[in-house]
Nanobody, 122 residues
């Protein structure tokens, strides 16, 4: 089992940047595919980006492609989400998640953090 703790959220103006971090407990972090999701008020949770165990593969939602960058440091048990050119529609609670499945489409994520709020003002 892995525990996930997100940090780095906050209030930023449109066009600004934020870097989210997700620290994982345990010694098997590198065995998990990691992902970021978000949930805006009144909306369903949506996938943002995923990264494979080694970090060699990534997959982005179209809405964030070219603006967000995911990375991971397996030595530090941490996954990051660099968010640039933020828009008001990026406002949401951002969650990191871990999957025990092998990298591929339609992954099931098994563990979730509690989320960090990102608010982008216009």
């Amino acid at each position: 089992q892995v525990q996930l703790v997100e940090s780095g959220g906050g209030l930023v103006q449109a066009g600004g940047s934020l870097r989210l971090s997700c620290a994982a407990s345990g010694r098997t972090f590198s065995s998990y595919v990691m992902g970021w999701f978000r949930q805006a008020p009144g909306k369903e949770r949506e996938f943002v980006v995923g990264i494979s165990r080694s970090g060699g593969n990534t997959y982005y939602a179209d809405s964030v492609k070219g603006r967000f960058t995911i990375s991971r440091d397996n030595a530090k048990n941490t996954v990051y989400l660099q968010m640039n050119s933020l828009k008001p529609e990026d406002t949401a609670v951002y969650y990191c998640a871990a999957s025990k499945m092998v990298w591929g489409p339609r992954l099931k994520y098994d563990y979730w953090g509690q989320g960090t709020q990102v608010t982008v003002s216009s």
